[in-house]
């Protein structure tokens, strides 16, 4: 079964210092793997997604990740947080061959950032 | 419209009570999704179709929770007999196909009393 881990449930950075967000993944295969925005009273917005080839990977608002494939992990960076990045963000995982179309997500991490 | 809509965008309802949640997907996308979000965690898969057939529905809790969608476009999950425990939000999602850019609504916030 494909499972999705997001040890930090909320994290507080000062505006301007760098960030990343953990995610800890379990799946049988190569998986593919996302990251999530949501801000209150929004629906989840794609940050960066991770297919195939590049293991880094760049996505919106200055936000990439990096697939390493020998630690299970996906995790989100941005090397200056604006306040506009405080949210909720969701890391999920789906099938390239089995269970297509079925992601499961992580709990969240909550971001708060200080002025 | 641009974007996945749901309606409606709050539900309150007595134990019980039928409700039907509609979900309108973006034109021309081939997959839609269900998901059912409790406070403080990620959304959970319900169910998904490609186009009119349900490819995926072993996220649905038990047998009070339905989903169709007809022809291929817009789709309802509809929950008989309500418990306080369905209480959440529930998000829909659609894509050019199943592996592709999920893209979520804004949710239908159903309360249970």
């Known amino acids: 079964a494909q499972s999705v881990t997001q040890p930090d449930i909320h994290i507080t950075v000062s505006e301007g210092a760098s960030l990343e967000l953990r995610c800890n993944y379990s799946y049988g295969a190569t998986p593919y793997l996302f990251w999530y925005v949501q801000s209150p009273g929004q629906g989840l917005q794609l940050l960066l997604k991770?297919?195939?080839?590049?293991?880094l990977v760049q996505g919106i608002k200055g936000f990439e990740a990096e697939f390493k494939r020998s630690q299970s992990s996906f995790n989100l960076r941005k090397p200056s947080v604006h306040w506009s990045d405080a949210a909720e963000y969701f890391c999920?995982?789906?099938?390239?061959?089995?269970?297509?179309?079925?992601?499961?997500f992580g709990d969240g991490t909550t971001l708060t950032v200080k002025p | 419209g641009a974007g996945v809509s749901q309606s409606p965008r709050y539900k309150v309802t007595k134990r019980g009570q039928d409700v039907a949640l509609r979900c309108d997907p973006i034109?021309?996308?081939?997959?839609l999704y269900w998901y059912r979000q409790a406070l403080g965690q990620g959304p959970e898969f319900l169910t998904y179709f490609n186009y009119e057939a349900q490819q995926d529905k072993s996220g649905l809790p038990n047998d009070r929770f339905s989903a169709e969608r007809p022809e291929g476009s817009i789709s309802t999950l509809t929950i008989q007999r309500t418990e306080q425990r369905d209480s959440a939000m529930y998000r829909c999602a659609s894509s050019l196909g199943s592996h592709n850019e999920q893209f979520f609504g804004p949710g239908t916030r159903l309360t249970v009393l």
């Open positions: 034109s021309g996308h081939v997959s």
């Open positions: 999920a995982v789906g099938g390239i061959l089995t269970n297509a179309g079925k992601s499961t």
């Open positions: 991770y297919f195939s080839g590049d293991t």
